[in-house]
């Protein structure tokens, strides 16, 4: 079992410069990629896209892929002739059309931003590939790591959740075993005290006492019930348990728990419900941290 919640960090030398990857992720019903790579190696970004989207499975992933130049490798500045061109020809220009007085200066031309510039240093892109790979399955496996830890820990509390449901439910089968004479017994004594029995058909009271039992029994709920309970113990045990088949899970035992509570009377039943209810309402809460 693993959480949607995790961190990893790596980086290593390329060829040309330094990589290092951050990713995150956080919890989300689905795959969502969010890539931010340094300038460099965007066009590496669409098979980062994809390599990532083959490994992960689910949740909020943030990745930002950084790029440092190697020391020594970086071009010195360079003059923009094209610029220094404009900018005398414009001198000129306005002196001579315009009558516009004073000259340009070095002083003034080394302030002009566009003068100078530093040319852009892209790497070999397929050499930078496999060390970028290398780091990208770095990051990711450490984030893996934190996830499992997290699983784990995640791990124990529904299972100890879902074992509390379980004991719950043990709890309601006992008290719902004599509920149906008890049922018929409080039926009978209402009948006896708003009508007089002696002018009834007896074949038709007890039909309807047989109906009003009949509706009350919650042996198939309870069969259900601890089906989907065993179900999730199984599955919590051996670890094999998903977020999204906890939420199906969940959402069935709430189900036949609520179906429970409307069909069964007896408030000693009804005080288990809620707390059932209020359990199930945390195990869906620690469902949606699981991929």
Same mark, same amino acid.
């Given at each position: 079992?693993?959480?949607?919640?995790?961190?990893?960090? %790596?980086?290593?030398? @390329?060829?040309?410069?330094?990589?290092?990857?951050? %990713?995150?992720?956080?919890?989300?019903?689905?795959?969502?990629?969010?890539?931010?790579?340094?300038?460099?190696?965007?066009? +590496?970004?669409?098979?980062?896209?994809?390599?990532? /989207?083959?490994?992960?499975?689910?949740?909020?992933?943030?990745?930002?892929?950084?790029?440092?130049?190697?020391? @020594? @490798?970086?071009?010195?500045?360079?003059?923009?002739?094209?610029?220094?061109?404009?900018?005398?020809?414009?001198?000129? /220009?306005?002196?001579?059309?315009?009558?516009?007085?004073? %000259?340009?200066?070095?002083?003034?031309?080394?302030?002009?931003?566009?003068?100078?510039?530093?040319?852009?240093?892209?790497?070999?892109?397929?050499?930078?590939?496999?060390?970028?790979?290398?780091?990208?399955?770095?990051?990711?496996?450490?984030?893996?790591?934190?996830?499992?830890?997290?699983?784990?820990?995640?791990?124990?509390?529904?299972?100890?959740?879902?074992?509390?449901?379980?004991?719950?439910?043990?709890?309601?089968?006992?008290?719902?075993?004599?509920?149906?004479?008890?049922?018929?017994?409080r039926l009978e004594e209402r009948i006896s005290k708003l009508t007089n029995r002696a002018d009834m058909d007896p074949q038709r009271i007890a039909q309807e006492i047989v109906l009003y039992t009949d509706k009350a029994d919650i042996t198939e709920e309870i069969v259900? +019930?601890?089906?989907?309970?065993?179900?999730?113990? %199984?599955?919590?045990?051996?670890?094999?348990?998903? @977020?999204?088949?906890?939420?199906?899970?969940?959402?069935?035992?709430?189900?036949?728990?609520?179906?429970?509570?409307?069909?069964?009377?007896?408030?000693?039943?009804?005080?288990?419900?809620?707390?059932m209810k209020s359990e199930l309402e945390k195990v869906r809460e620690q469902s949606q941290n699981l991929q």
């Amino acid at each position: 079992m693993r959480s949607m919640t995790g961190f990893g960090t %790596a980086d290593r030398e @390329g060829k040309r410069g330094a990589i290092r990857i951050e %990713a995150r992720s956080y919890n989300h019903r689905f795959l969502d990629l969010r890539l931010r790579v340094a300038r460099p190696l965007q066009p +590496l970004e669409p098979r980062v896209y994809q390599w990532a /989207r083959d490994r992960l499975v689910r949740g909020r992933v943030e990745m930002n892929v950084h790029w440092e130049e190697m020391a @020594g @490798g970086v071009e010195p500045l360079r003059l923009n002739e094209e610029s220094l061109k404009f900018y005398l020809d414009l001198e000129k /220009r306005l002196r001579e059309e315009f009558g516009v007085q004073g %000259a340009l200066d070095m002083q003034t031309l080394v302030r002009l931003r566009d003068l100078v510039f530093l040319p852009e240093q892209s790497p070999d892109i397929e050499e930078e590939w496999t060390p970028l790979l290398q780091v990208l399955e770095e990051a990711i496996e450490k984030m893996e790591q934190m996830q499992d830890r997290e699983g784990g820990v995640l791990q124990e509390d529904l299972l100890a959740r879902i074992r509390l449901l379980m004991e719950q439910r043990g709890r309601i089968e006992a008290m719902s075993k004599d509920l149906p004479a008890r049922f018929r017994e409080r039926l009978e004594e209402r009948i006896s005290k708003l009508t007089n029995r002696a002018d009834m058909d007896p074949q038709r009271i007890a039909q309807e006492i047989v109906l009003y039992t009949d509706k009350a029994d919650i042996t198939e709920e309870i069969v259900r +019930l601890s089906s989907h309970l065993e179900s999730c113990e %199984a599955a919590l045990v051996d670890g094999s348990m998903t @977020g999204k088949r906890l939420e199906f899970l969940v959402q069935e035992i709430y189900r036949e728990v609520n179906t429970i509570g409307s069909k069964t009377p007896s408030a000693d039943v009804t005080y288990v419900v809620v707390d059932m209810k209020s359990e199930l309402e945390k195990v869906r809460e620690q469902s949606q941290n699981l991929q």
